[in-house]
Nanobody, 116 residues
């Protein structure tokens, strides 16, 4: 059982930056692939970025070069640094922890709103 709590969302102007944090509780944090997803009103949940237990990262093309995912295993925390934000980035952002055997878990989400 893993519980995830996101923080760091809010309002920002176009071109600005935000850093999202996700703190995990439970055993085996370092064994999970950690990810960030987002969901805009009327749309399905979209993959944004992930980082594996070994540190390999993946990004959706629309955020590559602007967003950076990282983690601190000692603090059971994953981060999403978001730079050069645009109104199209407005969404609820969700943290996830995934494992082939142990399953997938989700946080409650944090709202990010980018004004033009």
């Amino acid at each position: 059982q893993v519980q995830l709590v996101e923080s760091g969302g809010g309002l920002v102007q176009s071109g600005g930056s935000l850093r999202l944090s996700c703190v995990a509780s439970g055993r085996g944090f370092s064994a999970y692939t950690m990810g960030w997803y987002r969901q805009a009103p009327g749309q399905s949940r979209e993959f944004i970025a992930s980082i594996s237990s070994g540190g390999s990262t993946n990004y959706v093309d629309s955020v590559k070069g602007r967003f950076t995912i990282s983690k601190d295993n000692a603090r059971n925390t994953v981060f999403l640094q978001m730079n050069s934000l645009e109104p199209e980035d407005t969404a609820v952002y969700y943290c996830s922890a995934g494992h082939v055997v142990l399953g997938t878990y989700w946080g409650q989400g944090t709202q990010v709103t980018v004004s033009s």
